[in-house]
């Protein structure tokens, strides 16, 4: 190893890292701590539904009661989505590049189906949050469905209801369907992902393993269970 | 017992293959899988066929040589096994096997189930060693080595480069190799003064040789036959992100000389 | 042919620094304009190309596999010896060197064998630098075994695997200097002859197993590592690659040829099951600590183990080696088999085999510990026959394991052709008639890392070596010599397959000139053999063409050379009119059918020189001298 070192700019040095598929993997596995994060957050917001309009709503004002914040951690989230994107699929196309002729058959050992479908569960779960955004934040997809989207005012702004946007929503069972379906699909994603984020920035060795995933499938399990919960209870009338 | 087998059958490099059907007749069940293609190929040859080409040297399962996949999995139906050490004793009357050569862009296909698998040696000329010319090492006891770590890097060290980790994986990732020899090489104390700089030229390596990335699914390990855990990768993720971000400067990767 | 050993002078403790000092040295600057070739990549030849590759020499290294991590001597299980004692239990330099002469039962050059012990120690140092995870004990430091019946601890060990993670480690030396330039490694390419210019060996040419082409390659000095031979018997422990197809070549290149019929029997391997077996695999000798060797009383009985009673076994190590039992030397154990089963008590199919039984050990120390010990081995037996040896005892029959002849050497590893050296297990030198457990390992490192690299520079700064290159005409010969070789190859289009020849070849060697010979057998097998060989080149089946991977055209060319040397090894058997080591000739045994050596007639190096076709090769003698150890005879009553 008798290279000489040389000092490269840090610009360059990052574009040599993502130009690594281990430096990618580092990307898609930080941004997925991000997003994960968002997973959690989100879905404690949205358990308020539990305790009645006021509560839901006042959080909804809350939330854009400081624009600032709000935009930069939609921006944040907005980055760290396209980046686990865009290096995801990167990997997935030189990943095709890697083995150019399949084999005629391929039998699984030890893999789970959720591992595996990482690169199909991903893009499903993206166009889902397309659509649960024009939904719920800003609202076009209401119409689609026949509803008015519901607003608030709160100190002369006019702001989304989610409360009232809520129930209305997940009322229709088609829509709470493809709720529920895609929620089963981001559970999937989590179970390998969350596992999969240690081991990709080295946190892993064999004693912590059966732990890591172990707490990937049952934190993911949670996390399901909380997010169907909300229509499930609307369907039920429990919310109404 | 009989068999039906589909062989992949490719002349050269860079020419079409294609599956071609065999039946392996009155096979032993004592016979090892390798023993069953002599005595197929055997017969190929008084017939005047080409016989089946695979490669193969030791057959005790520790030189590596072998290995095709049986039915879609790398080295057959027995875990911890390479397919010289598979017996016929786990395949029943009737059964119907597909082989097939591994497939990579990094292990192109030299004839029939033989590949070349000379991109696993440039990742090991790229860093897989510790610099220590001949005559100039201190006595074996000067740096005692926790038993642990020994048993730990010796765990990594059994890889016999056979490529079944690439073949299995789904995106033929050859990072279960390439982590088993930075994990033996950079667990042991006579490996620290190389440990990082020797993480960045072994994955570079790997990424100039075109094999795809890891995506933990654990497919490698399952085939593994010297049973080497994913950990190794963990290991070689960890060295790698300390290499780029905590140790500073990149050495230039050219090759010298 | 002039045989000079040119062993150093002095007390035997000086020799090799005498020599060292003695030796001309190749300035550092001048390194890079020589070549060198090396043949072979495993222990010996690796090593070697790394070591002379860091010096500053241009190394082109060819090998067979499709790596040159592949080579055999990465199957060794058991361990490397050395001198280092570090267990403080009275080990030295001296007593491996005493150990060694004794066990190859004063058939070796006692200078070769005291340089080796020497060396043994630097060994190990080199190995742990470059990360070879040998055991170690709970303090860190390296941990030892005794093997092979040794009263020392000496051999290190890397669990069963120390022959791949020493070859590993010279492996990535070599790769090392693959990527700074130095060495140029040619995978999948078979050396199919020596060239020979005005006396002296300057190159080599090969075969490209993918895309057949014939090619030169010229070099300053050539360095053959390529094994043994003991493939020649076709069912052996050897990789089914290993061949001598090399070392044969030079050998009618006019390298002589040393001790051919000294080839060792390891008592421990799994038998044949099969006409379809295509290699033997050796469980390791360690077995032997803890298994009790039996077959029944009477013969032909086909009872299973369990259903035979105690008084009706016959533990015959136990029986007729009261002090060693169970624990006797290879070739010992191997000969006692062998006469079981020729009075028809073997056991299993064909009645080639004979019962290891660990009930005793379990029901003493429990299975826990059994498998703590050999659970892995256990493993690998059950894998291969399918039967549980924790329940059924093992059957195990000896095998051919390793040759210690080899083409004859000197002090500096040289053969009779000048600037043609020989590495490792394809020279004669260390191990006289038989070799030791865990002294493979040792002499092909000893070899390659410490002595070659000295040797080779003493040739290339004191021969005046004119330049020639692959336009030569005796380039052109070798050249097309081999094309007309593969051409008349190819052009037998027969109908028995090449397989089956040398089954057929081995066989016959097995029963003649195996693990016990006699006037009579050999001088039958030495009138089959050239019947064979006749049949071979008119009515082997060899298909395909030579301009592709052709498998079929690779082993015919190897077994064509296997049955000549097949020839040469009866004729040494033959002519060696005593029983040592390796070689027992059952008209030369003690009362009691120990092997009874000859000191005053065979106390020398058998070397046979090639005088061309059909004719007979001559025998030279190289006298060895004992000054250090006295002859005396071995004894495990």
């Not at chain 1, 009645?52 to 600032?68: I, Q, R």
């Not at chain 2, 590596?64 to 598979?86: D, E, K, W, Y």
């Not at chain 3, 039962?105 to 005291?114: K, P, Q």
């Amino acid at each position: 190893m008798s290279a000489v070192a040389v000092t490269q700019s840090k610009a360059n040095r990052a574009l040599r890292f993502y130009g690594l598929t281990n430096g990618k993997k580092v990307i898609v596995a930080v941004t997925g701590v991000a997003l994960f994060g968002f997973v959690v957050g989100h879905l404690i917001g949205n358990l308020q539904v539990f305790l009645g309009p006021e509560v839901m709503n006042a959080y909804g004002a809350t939330l854009h009661s400081n624009p600032a914040l709000l935009w930069s951690a939609r921006i944040i989230l907005l980055a760290a989505v396209i980046l686990h994107i865009t290096a995801s699929v990167q990997l997935a196309i030189r990943a095709k590049a890697a083995r150019p002729e399949g084999y005629r058959k391929w039998n699984r050992v030890k893999s789970s189906y959720a591992s595996r479908t990482m690169i199909w569960s991903g893009p499903i779960i993206g166009a889902f949050v397309v659509y649960h955004l024009l939904h719920f934040t800003l609202g076009n997809a209401m119409g689609w469905q026949g509803r008015q989207f519901a607003t608030q005012t709160v100190d002369g702004h006019v702001i989304p209801a989610p409360y009232e946007n809520v129930v209305a929503g997940f009322q229709n069972p088609i829509v709470s369907g493809a709720y529920i379906f895609a929620m089963a699909l981001l559970m999937l994603h989590l179970r390998h992902g969350l596992w999969s984020m240690f081991q990709t920035v080295g946190l892993n060795h064999s004693r912590l393993s059966p732990r890591l995933q172990r707490f990937a499938s049952v934190f993911s399990l949670i996390l399901f269970i909380g997010y169907i919960s909300i229509p499930i209870a609307v369907m039920l009338g429990i919310v109404r | 017992m009989n068999l039906i087998l589909h062989v992949w059958r490719q002349k050269g490099p860079g020419e079409k293959g294609q599956m071609v059907r065999y039946e392996a007749k009155n096979v032993n069940e004592d016979m090892s899988f390798l023993e069953m293609l002599d005595v197929l190929n055997e017969q190929l040859v008084l017939r005047g066929e080409d016989p089946i080409a695979f490669d193969h040297d030791c057959r005790e399962g520790i030189c590596g040589s072998c290995g095709f996949m049986i039915n879609g999995v790398a080295h057959g139906p027995q875990r911890g096994t390479t397919v010289c050490q598979l017996h016929m004793r786990h395949f029943k009357d009737g059964d119907e096997l597909w082989l097939e050569p591994w497939r990579a862009k990094a292990f192109p296909v030299v004839k029939d189930l033989v590949v070349d698998r000379s991109a696993f040696d440039r990742i090991i000329a790229a860093g897989g060693y510790i610099s220590v010319p001949t005559g100039s090492a201190p006595d074996g006891n000067a740096i005692p080595v926790p038993k642990k770590k020994q048993e730990m890097a010796m765990d990594a060290a059994a890889c016999i480069a056979c490529g079944a980790c690439v073949a299995m994986c789904p995106n033929a990732s050859a990072a279960l190799f390439t982590g088993a020899k930075i994990s033996h090489l950079n667990l042991l104390p006579q490996g620290q003064p190389e440990r990082y700089e020797r993480a960045e030229r072994m994955i570079a390596q790997m990424n100039i040789e075109n094999f795809g990335h890891c995506t933990n699914i654990g497919e490698c390990e399952a085939v593994c036959p010297k049973s080497i855990r994913l950990e190794v990768i963990a290991f070689m993720n960890r060295d790698f992100l300390r290499a780029k971000w905590v140790e500073g400067e990149e050495p230039v990767l050219a090759s010298q000389g | 042919m002039e045989l000079d050993s040119r062993i150093p002078g002095g007390p035997i403790e000086q020799k090799w620094d005498k020599a060292r000092f003695e030796m001309k040295l190749v300035n550092p600057a001048n390194k890079r304009k020589y070549s060198l070739i090396v043949v072979g990549s495993g222990l010996a030849g690796a090593s070697a190309a790394a070591t002379l590759g860091e010096l500053g020499y241009n190394v082109k290294c060819f090998c067979f596999q499709d790596s040159p991590r592949r080579a055999h001597s990465i199957a060794a299980q058991g361990g490397i010896n050395a001198a280092k004692n570090y267990q403080n239990d009275g080990d030295s330099i001296f007593r491996l060197f005493y150990d060694t002469v004794k066990g190859g039962d004063f058939r070796a050059r006692e200078a070769n064998v005291y340089r080796l012990a020497q060396i043994s120690v630097n060994i190990i140092d080199q190995c742990v630098a470059q990360g070879v995870p040998f055991a170690r004990e709970y303090g860190g430091t390296l941990a030892n075994r005794s093997f092979g019946g040794a009263q020392v601890s000496r051999t290190f060990y890397a669990r069963g695997q120390t022959g791949q993670q020493l070859l590993l480690g010279a492996y990535q030396a070599l790769q090392r200097q693959v990527s700074l330039g130095r060495v140029t490694m040619i995978p999948r390419t078979e050396m199919l002859d020596l060239v020979v210019i005005d006396g002296r060996a300057r190159g080599i040419i090969t075969r490209n197993l993918i895309t057949g082409k014939i090619d030169a390659h010229v070099a300053d000095a050539v360095i053959l590592a390529t094994g043994g031979y003991g493939n020649v018997f076709f069912l052996s422990t050897n990789a089914k690659g290993s061949n001598a197809t090399a070392i044969w070549r030079a050998y009618k290149r006019g390298a002589a040829f040393a001790n051919p019929c000294f080839t060792q029997i390891h008592p421990t391997c799994i038998p044949v099951s099969g006409d379809y077996q295509s290699k033997l695999t050796l469980m390791s000798e360690s077995l032997r600590n803890d298994g009790r060797i039996w077959v029944p009383l009477k013969p032909g009985d086909t009872r299973p183990p369990d259903q035979i009673p105690e008084n009706e076994r016959d533990y015959y190590l136990e029986r007729r080696y009261p002090s060693f039992g169970n624990l006797v030397p290879r070739d010992v154990a191997s000969r006692a088999a062998k006469a079981v089963c020729d009075e028809g008590r073997g056991v299993g199919p064909g009645g080639l085999g004979v019962y290891l039984d660990f009930s005793d050990a379990i029901r003493r120390l429990g299975k826990k510990t059994i498998a703590d010990r050999y659970g892995n081995l256990f493993e690998m037996y059950e894998r291969i026959t399918g039967e549980d040896p924790y329940t059924v005892p093992m059957r195990i029959y000896p095998a051919i394991h390793y040759t210690m002849g080899g083409l004859w050497v000197d002090y500096h590893l040289m053969s009779t052709i000048p600037g043609l050296f020989v590495l490792g297990e394809a020279n004669f030198s260390d191990h006289g008639a038989n070799r030791l457990g865990a002294s493979a390992l040792m002499q092909g490192l000893a070899d390659g890392y410490f002595v070659i690299p000295y040797t080779i520079g003493n040739y290339l700064a004191s021969a005046k070596i004119e330049k020639v290159d692959t336009s030569h005409a005796e380039f052109k010969r070798c050249e097309s010599e081999v094309n007309e070789r593969v051409r008349k190859l190819l052009s037998i289009k027969g109908k028995k397959s090449v397989d089956a020849y040398h089954r057929e070849l081995g066989k016959l060697l097995w029963d003649y000139c195996g693990m016990a010979r006699n006037e009579q057998g050999l001088k039958k097998c030495l009138a089959k053999i050239p019947e064979l060989r006749e049949e071979f080149w008119q009515n082997a089946a060899v298909v395909g063409s030579g301009t592709e991977l052709n498998q079929v055209l690779e082993r015919a060319g190897r077994v064509a050379d296997f049955f000549e040397l097949a020839e040469l090894m009866c004729l040494d058997a033959l002519h060696r009119n005593e029983s040592c080591g390796g070689h027992f000739r059952e008209e030369y045994q003690t009362p009691d059918g120990e092997a009874l050596r000859d000191d005053e007639h065979y106390c020398y190096v058998a070397a046979w020189e090639y005088r061309g076709e059909n004719q007979a090769p001559v025998l030279h003698k190289e006298p060895l001298k004992f000054e250090y150890v006295l002859p005396s005879q071995r004894s495990y009553k």
